[in-house]
Nanobody, 121 residues
Framework: QVQLVESGGDLVQPGESLRLSCVGS????????MRWFRQTPGRDREFLTS????????MYANSVKGRFTISRDNAENTVFLQMNNLRPEDTAVYYC??????????????WGQGTQVIVSS
């Protein structure tokens, strides 16, 4: 059974940190690029960051650059999102996604169920 399971969401105060985890199973995790997104009610899902299959290249949205860090442990089939200096506007459901091209024009994409992060004093 193919699964991506996020964890680590919590209620924190502004300025605090959280580390989200996403564990993959049922597919060759180390062959997939991984991404983190977030979504709030009434808004489109927002891309945050990505990491290549080998972990060699990362990209960040401007909204989180310098505060969030993506990393992965392919031996544990896990991708992490370290979030520092959290702000109320970071409140959202956070999703991880696995992505791999399967042909010239096709891409296999998998999604987790999300984990809630609330930043509030």
């Amino acid at each position: 059974q193919v699964q991506l399971v996020e964890s680590g969401g919590d209620l924190v105060q502004p300025g605090e940190s959280l580390r989200l985890s996403c564990v993959g199973s049922g597919f060759p995790f180390s062959q997939y690029a991984m991404r983190w997104f977030r979504q709030t009610p009434g808004r489109d899902r927002e891309f945050l960051t990505s990491i290549t299959a080998d972990g060699g290249v990362t990209m960040y949205a401007n909204s989180v650059k310098g505060r969030f860090t993506i990393s992965r442990d392919n031996a544990e089939n896990t991708v992490f999102l370290q979030m520092n200096n959290l702000r109320p506007e970071d409140t959202a459901v956070y999703y991880c996604s696995a992505r791999r091209p399967t042909g010239p024009t096709t891409i296999d994409t998998k999604w987790g169920q999300g984990t809630q992060v609330i930043v509030s004093s």
